[in-house]
């Protein structure tokens, strides 16, 4: 292994070959290769071995504009510079281009932007759109009266990209930091695809082959885009290369090579198709156009008008009632397909096809987001939604000049992007249920094409900090007008209060990675397509830049009927990573939590929003927050069980109690990569040598700290015939059993921050949660 990097504690990583993202990726270590997801921490490596130009914005920006503060010593002296040449306090124009952007790196230890203490009141203002036309996009000269989905612009490209963006792009490259460090490492990972041979043909089960089609469109748009902005066709040969793989005789049966039966691979396939076609569309020549054209109805857009004629129903299960990513990607492959041949298909298919997607998905997709703004899958399957919903609804709108209402036929999907937010803690997501497959071409940059469309600039600034926010799409969606700091006067916390999902968001800061955050579901344990665990009451812990209480993620796509049902007796519940007992809940009499749980919740806060104009947060006193569910319709055998968590003490202690009358057994559980050592009332945990310190207060008898493994109880029932559950490997479960009884379980969460005394820590007073408020432990 490389010396420059900093492995997980695990030593599980599977080190595979090549990164999905490319050399441009800051994950990437040329010499040990990709270190892909799982129970693994990112690598830690030295930034400035690919970050060099932007240490030298930011560099730069220091001197011009930000002082750079150190947060130890709690200097937060207001900009001496900095002001925007233009003096409308934007952050545009030369100067904006001078700062850079604002984190120093996206490559902390969790993969999150690392922002630096700087004080900065121009830059770090009230997020907006300015009015600074030298930013802007021009205005799009076709601007149909009556839109129609089947009449298209006269130019191509037609898809999310039309011609008059490209001409624009290179000096809105020139005038903007995001955009030039985006198209620096678009190129980048094109010259890594451009190196490495075609995708190889991989059936993986009953997942098919949607890795192949996802990283089969993420570079023939990373090949259309370096070709249409330089116009080498090498660029464009390489792209045909992977064209003609897909459909080449070593790719899959002659009959179906897009794997119709699982219809996401098809449907990614068809996208990658739709943009190669319509971005080459100058270089391709008819004879490429048409074999394109044909093999795309052949293999793909054909199936998707017999998934709607009826005339085959086996593959079209996505499109009655499923309000989740299937539906999203399935109807926006076939949407960008039929869009991208409209005119030169002679056979009618992408017609017809426009004439049933667009109902389909309002009908289905935008659903996906309930009406807190949530996905109702899981955290992480929002990554597949959104992009599927956001490639539709912006190929039509450039295409066809409407989006048809699906931007806001759902009018709480203009929320999606808070819920993304809000999931992230200061290290990573909050994860809950299964995670997906291989994100490839998903990324969250939905939310700059959110960001742009509802005019909500938090959206844009957040995500453009991101790491995985390099990449085609992101240079077309985002708003270069956009300005100051998405942080600024955000709420630190907030409540999703829908009941499929129900669920708490709460932190100390949104720009230190070492914050504290805490994130706590109830919701039900139905309604999430199959994707979701039997957790209700489970929660993540973030503090000193390390995750404390963690979930394990998805067992194994194809383990016997993993997604088959979410009955009480399915088969998927059988599995310890999606028994309530590989989460952060109680268990009572070694059982499963109930499908049938319907939690309800209450909620308090008092209010705190982050400052403008610095990147330095300090919690106020009194800055309070608590989230309470009722969980007794989640157990048998409970004749009532609420769960509370609230932040204390300027938000650097957490309380989590519950208060619980039970006929059946009680155990608490957390899952953990910290070492444990459990003593009685009190468990000192220890990542990496910062240490947490938890409590029980005021035990209830013969209550105290155990430790366990993250495995199945003994007398669960049997794994179905040849299954095993997935090792999780270096975390620990700590527990706490309780008989038959009636409890008040106060768990105190004391993380031992940098400089603080023993003195500076608070033990509160024990209150029923039925009497919690923002104020009650003051
Ligand atoms: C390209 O590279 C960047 C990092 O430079 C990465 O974050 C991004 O996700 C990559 N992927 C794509 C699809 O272009
Ligand atoms: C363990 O660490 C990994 C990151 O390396 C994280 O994704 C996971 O959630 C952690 N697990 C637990 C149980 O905290
Ligand atoms: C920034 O601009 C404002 C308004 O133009 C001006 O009042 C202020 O003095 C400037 N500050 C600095 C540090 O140049
Ligand atoms: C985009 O990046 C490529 C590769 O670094 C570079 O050659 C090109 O000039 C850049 N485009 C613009 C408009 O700056
Ligand atoms: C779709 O869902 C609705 C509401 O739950 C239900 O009434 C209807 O029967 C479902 N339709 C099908 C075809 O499953
Ligand atoms: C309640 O407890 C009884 C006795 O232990 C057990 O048989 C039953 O399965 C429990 N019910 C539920 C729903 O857990």
Known sequence: ???????????????????????????????????????????????????????????????????????????????????????????????????????????????????????????????????????????????????????????RPRIIAPAYRWNALPNLIANDPYLSAWNESIFMNATDYFNAPPVKYNLDGDSGILDNSREIKMRIKAFSYAYRMTKNTKWADRAWDEIQNAVSSNFGPATDKWNTKHFLDTAEMVAAYAIGYDWLYDVLNDDQKKQMRDNMILYGLGPGKSVFDGSIVDFGWWKTNVTGNWNCVCNGGLTLGALAILGDDTTGTAEFILGQTIDNALNNCV????????????????????????????????????????????????????????????????????????????TSNSIIFYGSEFKIPEYILYQRDQRDSAEPWSMFWYDPTVAGAWWGGLPLDRFFTDDTDQWASMRSSWTDNNALYVAMKAGKNVGHQTHNDLDTGDFVLDAMGTRWAGELGSGDYLSYQYFQSDAQDAARWLYYRKRTEGQNTLVVNHANQLVTASPTIKSGTSGTTQNLGTTV???????????????????????????????????????????????????????????????????????????????????????????????????????????????????????????AGQYSLQILFSPQWNGMSSSDFVKPSAVPLSSWTVDSHN
């Open 1 to 155: 292994m490389a010396t420059n990097t900093n492995y997980d504690y695990h030593s599980t990583e599977h080190a595979a070959p090549v990164s999905p993202y490319g050399s441009g990726d800051p994950y990437y270590i040329k010499s040990s290769g990709y270190i892909a997801s799982g129970p693994v921490k990112r690598p830690k490596r030295n930034w400035l071995k690919i970050g060099i130009p932007i240490a030298i914005l930011v560099i730069v920006g220091a001197v011009l504009g930000g002082v750079l503060g150190s947060r130890a010593s709690k200097k937060s002296n207001s900009s001496s510079g900095g002001n925007n040449s233009n003096g409308n306090g934007n952050g545009n124009g030369p100067v904006k281009n001078g700062l850079g952007r604002f984190p120093t790196s996206t490559d902390s230890f969790y993969g999150m932007p690392i922002y630096p203490s700087s004080t900065n009141s121009a830059l770090y203002g009230q997020p907006t759109f300015s009015t600074n036309a030298k930013n802007a996009w021009p205005s799009d000269t076709f601007s149909p009266g009556s839109p129609s989905a089947t009449s298209v612009r006269p130019d």
């Open 367 to 442: 659903n996906g987001v309930t009406t807190d703004g949530t996905w109702t899958e899981t955290a992480n399957y929002w990554y597949f939604g959104t992009t599927g919903h956001a490639e539709m609804a912006s190929a039509l709108l450039t295409a066809t000049g409407s989006h048809y209402g699906l931007l806001d036929r759902n009018a709480k999907l203009r929320d999606t992007g808070f819920f993304h937010m809000y999931a992230h803690g200061p290290t990573s997501l909050f994860d809950y249920g299964d995670h997906g497959p291989n994100k490839f071409s998903s």
């Open 617 to 739: 947060f300090e919690v106020p006193d009194k800055s309070n927050a608590f989230f309470v569910a009722d969980l007794t319709s989640a157990y048998g055998n409970v004749t009532t069980f609420l769960r509370g968590v609230r932040v204390l003490n300027k938000r650097r202690q957490v309380l989590l109690q519950d208060d619980i009358q039970s006929s059946g057994s009680i155990q608490w559980r957390m899952h953990t990569n910290a070492t444990v050592n459990a003593q009685g009332t009190s468990a000192d945990l220890d990542i990496g040598g910062k240490k947490m310190q938890v409590k029980i207060l005021n035990a209830p008898n013969g209550a105290s700290f155990a430790k366990s493994d993250p495995v199945r109880y003994q007398d669960d029932p049997a794994l179905p015939q040849g299954q095993t559950d997935q090792q999780n490997p270096g975390v620990s479960v700590l527990t706490i059993d309780l008989p």
